[in-house]
Each structure stands twice: as C-alpha cells, then as structure tokens.
C-alpha cells in the first residue's frame, strides 16, 4: 500500500509567478477532491513538485478516481519515498518495491535515474548501470529493454529518494481558478453540463443559472438541474447556481409576441438576466451548451440573434461538435443518466411548432418593443427572487 502519489502536471508555459499561482490553485483543487473520500491525506508542494500524502488507511481506486477530476493533473503515479542511507539501501528499497509491485517477475525492465541534487556521490549513468545489476541480480528471470521495456523504474534523487514505476494518465488541462470564473447557462440537457465541464478543464471556475418555470416545470426538474451542478462541482469546484424564475416572463413573451419567436425572444431574455448575475459575481464571461445547426435556435441567424444582447463574451465549447461526441463526454463525466431523465425545461413547454429559423435581428427587436413598459419590472422581479444555492460534490460521494 502507498503512502504517497507524485503528481505530474504539464509545466509548460508556466514560468515565474504564473508557476505559482498554478501550484496554488492545483493544490487546492486536490485538496478539494479528496476530502469526499474516506481516508486523512496531506497535499504538499516540495522541491517543485506536488506530493500527496496518506496520513490514514484509503481505497486505492478512490484516490485515484478522485486525483482524475483534478484539471490540472497529467499524471499520478504512486510512489515510494525513502530517505537517502547510501547506494546499498536504496538498491534494496528498489528491489523490495519490485517485488511487491510485480509478483510476475517475467518482464523486461529500464531504470531511469535522475538526480536532482548533485552532492549525491554517483550520477544518473551509474545509477542506472548499478541499479540494473542488482536487479538482475535479484530476479534472474528479468530482462533489460532499454527501448520497449515493460518495467521503466525511475528513481529519483532529491532530498527524498523517489521510487516509482507506474503514471495513471490525469484529466490534463489547468486548475480551477488558474483562469478566472464564467458563468454557465445551466439546463436540464445533455449539453450544457458538457460545456461547463470543458470550460472549467481550461482553469476556469464555473457559477450558473438555471430558468425554470413553475408551474410548468416541475420540482423534478429543478433537483436534476442541481443534480447536474453537482455532478459538474465534482471537476469544477463548489458552484453558485442562480435558479431563476422564469414563468412572467415566459408567459408575457407568448401573451404578445409572435410564436415563431418564442425561442429567441426567450433566450435574449435569459442572456441578459444571465449577464447581470455574471457581472455580480465577477465573470468574464457566459457559457451555454449551443452547436451549429442543433435546433431551430442554434443556427447562425439565431446564435448571432441570441448573442446581440450580451457585452460579455459567450464561449460555446460545443459550437463544432455532433451530438454523438457530446454525448460520449456526457457518459465520460458521469452527467448522461442524469441528463435524460425525463422532466420537462421551460423551453420544450413553451415551444413553437414552427419556430423561426434565420431570425432577422431587426424583426427580432421589433417583437421585444411589443413588451416595453412590462418585461422590465418582471426582469426586475426575476433578478430579485432568485434563488442561490452553493453546490459542492459533497453529497454525491
Ligand atoms: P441542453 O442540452 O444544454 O439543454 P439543448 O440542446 O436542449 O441544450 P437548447 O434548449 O436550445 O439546447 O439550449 C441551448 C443552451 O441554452 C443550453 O445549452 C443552455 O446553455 C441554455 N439554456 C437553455 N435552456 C435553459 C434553462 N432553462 N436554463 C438555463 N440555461 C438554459
Ligand atoms: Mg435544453
């Protein structure tokens, strides 16, 4: 059983004070990830790299389904830590973790050495000849493969001596918080948690909002919205999500517009009241679930329609993707069971059979002056009745 995991995190482009705002948000992302399993775990940076530490007993595979929502994160590998006591002991520590690690002893090996501290008195060349001797001296049955080897052993000289052979692949991609915060249109759909998701694997924390509109959605709906977000605060860090309700609105879109119009008009509106919480929370900027062509309200016409509303920039990570690739990261983050769940969101209530199309933007303005001198102060009563809620993995560990 290991006591500690090195994690590996791409080091490039993150140079001078960027490195350390990196590290910051890595190890408090980690630290975030594993206080929903069982088990007391120190996470620590030492010598430029990142350790974490078993202070108690653990599940393996938790700790590592746990370190894999970490963004970040390229590689953990466990690790054997062993202070140095001089070339015999450590060809003994590194025998002993071969044993233990591979009872196959029917492999071929490489042993790659690196010595980070230079007072140590043979150099990585050395290392590995003398290492690989005994090895071999150990367990006849192992072979060397300096090009395709089964086993590469890397042993590592700093203040503490690294053992380790093995690198579970990390979700990549950077820290929550590295990049600022955005805001997330959140649904009860396939996509947008998707989005969220890819948002926040670039380093970017995510709030959201969510429109219902009770009545004529349900309460179901509402909890798998935040069953959504909580999914998503799993990769993501805690989430403010901002449930809006949506009905007046709703309801004064369709009492004076035209009904092919529904969706637009519907979307400009959470745009805004979107943006207005973004604004508050510090956000640079709106997410949403939309790609191409999807539906009636995805085309260019009506993104470029939808769109016209904010100052702040929309990012949209599935602009070019099919279905089916959505879906597949759906699955792959755990979202999809929830996600089809069959309870109603506002927009396939208040749907039209025939909605527009290629809105033209002017038309589009002409039908929201309709609803001049009300929509203001039921978007005023919108924005005052929210309700925030705080969502953290917690529960769903
Ligand atoms: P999703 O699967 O994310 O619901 P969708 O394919 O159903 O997307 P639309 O319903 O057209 O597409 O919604 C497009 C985007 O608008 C969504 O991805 C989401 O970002 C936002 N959105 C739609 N409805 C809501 C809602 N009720 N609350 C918050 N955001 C919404
Ligand atoms: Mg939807």
Redesign the pocket.
Known sequence: MYKSFLIKYGEIAIKGKNRYLFEEALVRQIRYALQFIEGEFQTRRAQGRIYVDALSEYDYDEVIGALTTVFGIVGICPVVLTEDKGFDALAKDVIQYLDQEYPDKNKTFKVRARRARKNYPMDSMELNAELGGKILDAFPEMKVDVHNPDILVCVEIREEINIYSKEIKGPGGMPIGANGKAM????????????GYMIAKRGVAVD??????PPY?SERAKQK?IDLARILSKYAGPVQLHI?N?TDIQLSIYEHCPHAEL?ILM?RY?MRI?EHFALGQNCLGL?????IG??A??TLQSLAATNAVCNLPVYRP?IGFDKNE?IDISVKIDAYET?IQPFE????IFVAKHPVTKPNLRVIERSEKKLEGMIEGLVKTALETVEIVTITAEESA
């Open positions: 997330l249109l959140l649904s009860g759909g396939i996509d947008s948690p998707v989005a959201a909002v969510y429109f219902h509109a959605t919205v809006v949506f969706t979307r959470m979107a997410i949403t679930g939309e790609s999807q539906v309200s995805q599935l959505i996600s969101d506002c927009c396939t």
